[in-house]
């Protein structure tokens, strides 16, 4: 029996120039999550003993990054300047213990890359042995060299390419399995003399006994990400899964290839999301619920059966079941639609709990409010809920009425079954039942409007 460990050296430290953004490579998100997430993921689920994270570049968020996901699973060694893959991979030789007996080496820019090719690699025996791939546009990865018989015999990098090596489609995604005393002695021998004047890992190869194993993996799990065209084509991949297992799981979707579904969102079977829908951060959605086209939700949860009609924006709330939203509404931070509940079209609410069965169906804003049960409150109506320095609380009672176009000024209540009068500026607080009303007393002038029309045509016709 094999008792000797296994570490995977994920090497993380290059800064990513193509990229060109002031944050490093491996921090770039797929799906909303990091870059490295998804390596450290697969390489955690390959069965490896330990992780070590080759950082540098931008050290300090790459391992708060590291730290906020996996604590003290994932163990770091700094790569002081980025001298290329192989002197990144010596920064984390020191790392390695004598009971350990071989190494994965990833490359941190391998975001689609599985547990299961990883499982594949750590069954061969060799001193050294690599995944690699065939691919129609090879331009910017190593090419694989072979030997007559077909052994694995050195990887060029493109920019040292010959004509005819160029044109080798076979290439190199950056994923080795090597014994550590071959990876000691041959790190230890690595030049710098090539085009890039760097430390290729890739020249380890050139230097194992008999050349190196190799595995054939489809490249479609194996992209390197080194642009933002390469970051997006990597992302449709995950993308294109992600709705293909939600579909399979009874998720309906219009149009699916427009879809945008977080790795972290959970959506139940039975559940329908149309056109353009964008479910973000966190959220949930239950079995039954619709999510209509163009609606964006972030953090939240929707209950089943709600319906959420199309261009709906939402943030951190959450939607009771059979509640219906939208179309075209803003839900922000800590709304919560109570079962049956409504909020129309043109509506903004915020910090507001609104109670079974209550609507709010027109134009209106409702923030810092808690309105109860059964609560209609007509078009146009506002929750002055800020006065320049502090936010106040509007409550509101079961089944009341607030008439269109008032306005609470906050702090304030409406009583159970009150009656707010369309147009009322609220100030004070309204007893249970009672009428509020405030607005001026209308009058009604006979015969005013046909003088006046009649001064201002004679005015009009005058010379
Ligand atoms: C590398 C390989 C190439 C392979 C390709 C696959 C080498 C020399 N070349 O090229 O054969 O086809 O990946 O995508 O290995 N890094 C460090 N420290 C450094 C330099 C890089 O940690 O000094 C890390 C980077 O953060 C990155 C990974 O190593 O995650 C690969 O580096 P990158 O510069 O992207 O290499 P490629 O040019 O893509
Ligand atoms: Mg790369």
Same mark, same amino acid.
């Given at each position: 029996?094999?008792?000797?460990?296994?570490?995977? $050296?994920?090497?993380?430290?290059?800064?990513?120039?193509?990229?060109?953004?002031?944050?490093?490579?491996?921090?770039?998100?797929?799906?909303?999550?990091?870059?490295?997430?998804?390596?450290?993921?697969?390489?955690?689920?390959?069965?490896?003993?330990?992780?070590?994270?080759?950082?540098?570049?931008?050290?300090?968020?790459?391992?708060?990054?590291?730290?906020?996901?996996?604590?003290?699973?994932?163990?770091?060694?700094?790569?002081?300047?980025?001298?290329?893959?192989?002197?990144?991979?010596?920064?984390?030789?020191?790392?390695?213990?004598?009971?350990?007996?071989?190494?994965?080496?990833?490359?941190? @820019?391998?975001?689609?890359?599985?547990?299961?090719?990883?499982?594949?690699?750590?069954?061969?025996?060799?001193?050294?042995?690599?995944?690699?791939?065939?691919?129609?546009?090879?331009?910017?990865?190593?090419?694989?060299?072979?030997?007559?018989?077909?052994?694995?015999?050195?990887?060029?990098?493109?920019?040292?390419?010959?004509?005819?090596?160029?044109?080798?489609?076979?290439?190199?995604?950056?994923?080795?399995?090597?014994?550590?005393?071959?990876?000691?002695?041959?790190?230890?021998?690595?030049?710098?003399?090539?085009?890039?004047?760097?430390?290729?890992?890739?020249?380890?190869?050139?230097?194992?006994?008999?050349?190196?194993?190799?595995?054939?993996?489809?490249?479609?799990?194996?992209?390197?990400?080194?642009?933002?065209?390469?970051?997006?084509?990597?992302?449709?991949?995950?993308?294109?899964?992600?709705?293909?297992?939600?579909?399979?799981?009874?998720?309906?979707?219009?149009?699916?290839?427009?879809?945008?579904?977080?790795?972290?969102?959970?959506?139940?079977?039975?559940?329908?999301?149309?056109?353009?829908?964008?479910?973000?951060?966190?959220?949930?959605?239950?079995?039954?619920?619709? $999510? @209509?086209?163009?609606?964006?939700?972030?953090?939240?949860?929707?209950?089943?059966?709600?319906?959420?009609?199309?261009?709906?924006?939402?943030?951190?709330?959450?939607?009771?079941?059979?509640?219906? $939203?939208?179309?075209?509404?803003?839900?922000?931070?800590?709304?919560?639609?109570?079962?049956?509940?409504?909020?129309?079209?043109?509506?903004?609410?915020?910090?507001?709990?609104?109670?079974?069965?209550?609507?709010?169906?027109?134009?209106?804003?409702?923030?810092?409010?808690?309105?109860?049960?059964?609560?209609? $409150?007509?078009?146009?109506?506002?929750?002055?809920?800020?006065?320049?320095?502090?936010?106040?609380?509007?409550?509101?009672?079961?089944?009341?009425?607030?008439?269109?176009?008032?306005?609470?000024?906050?702090?304030?209540?409406?009583?159970?079954?009150?009656?707010?009068?369309?147009?009322?500026?609220?100030?004070?607080?309204?007893?249970?039942?009672?009428?509020?009303?405030?607005?001026?007393?209308?009058?009604?002038?006979?015969?005013?409007?046909?003088?006046?029309?009649?001064?201002?045509?004679?005015?009009?016709?005058?010379?």
């Amino acid at each position: 029996m094999h008792t000797a460990k296994s570490v995977a $050296i994920i090497l993380a430290a290059g800064q990513g120039k193509r990229m060109r953004s002031a944050r490093p490579k491996v921090l770039h998100e797929l799906l909303e999550r990091s870059m490295i997430a998804w390596v450290v993921d697969a390489t955690r689920s390959s069965g490896v003993d330990e992780i070590i994270v080759v950082v540098g570049h931008g050290r300090d968020e790459v391992e708060a990054e590291l730290r906020r996901l996996y604590g003290e699973h994932v163990r770091t060694a700094v790569q002081q300047k980025q001298l290329g893959t192989g002197d990144a991979v010596r920064a984390a030789l020191p790392l390695i213990g004598d009971e350990t007996d071989r190494a994965l080496i990833i490359n941190g @820019d391998c975001p689609l890359i599985e547990a299961e090719a990883l499982r594949s690699l750590l069954e061969i025996r060799a001193e050294l042995a690599l995944l690699t791939s065939t691919i129609d546009n090879p331009h910017g990865y190593g090419r694989i060299l072979r030997d007559a018989s077909g052994r694995v015999v050195g990887i060029r990098e493109e920019k040292d390419c010959s004509e005819s090596e160029r044109a080798i489609s076979e290439v190199n995604p950056g994923v080795y399995l090597a014994s550590i005393p071959f990876l000691r002695r041959a790190i230890a021998a690595l030049s710098n003399e090539n085009a890039q004047g760097e430390y290729y890992l890739t020249d380890i190869v050139g230097m194992a006994e008999g050349g190196a194993a190799s595995l054939s993996h489809p490249i479609d799990r194996l992209l390197g990400v080194n642009d933002p065209l390469e970051l997006s084509r990597a992302e449709t991949v995950l993308l294109r899964e992600r709705r293909e297992r939600l579909m399979r799981e009874g998720v309906k979707m219009r149009l699916p290839e427009t879809v945008f579904v977080s790795a972290e969102c959970e959506v139940e079977g039975g559940a329908e999301l149309g056109a353009n829908v964008e479910l973000r951060g966190r959220t949930i959605v239950r079995s039954g619920a619709k $999510i @209509d086209s163009g609606s964006i939700l972030l953090d939240v949860e929707v209950l089943a059966d709600a319906y959420i009609k199309p261009y709906t924006v939402a943030e951190k709330s959450v939607i009771g079941e059979r509640a219906e $939203i939208g179309p075209f509404s803003h839900l922000r931070p800590e709304t919560e639609i109570g079962e049956g509940g409504k909020i129309g079209n043109f509506c903004e609410t915020k910090k507001t709990l609104l109670g079974k069965g209550s609507k709010v169906n027109h134009l209106s804003y409702v923030g810092d409010g808690e309105i109860g049960e059964g609560v209609n $409150i007509g078009a146009g109506t506002i929750f002055c809920n800020y006065d320049g320095a502090r936010k106040q609380t509007t409550v509101i009672g079961d089944g009341a009425f607030i008439g269109s176009d008032s306005q609470l000024v906050a702090p304030v209540r409406v009583g159970k079954g009150a009656y707010v009068a369309s147009g009322t500026t609220v100030t004070r607080d309204v007893p249970d039942d009672a009428l509020a009303i405030a607005r001026a007393k209308q009058e009604n002038r006979e015969g005013f409007a046909a003088r006046l029309r009649r001064r201002n045509d004679s005015a009009k016709n005058s010379p």
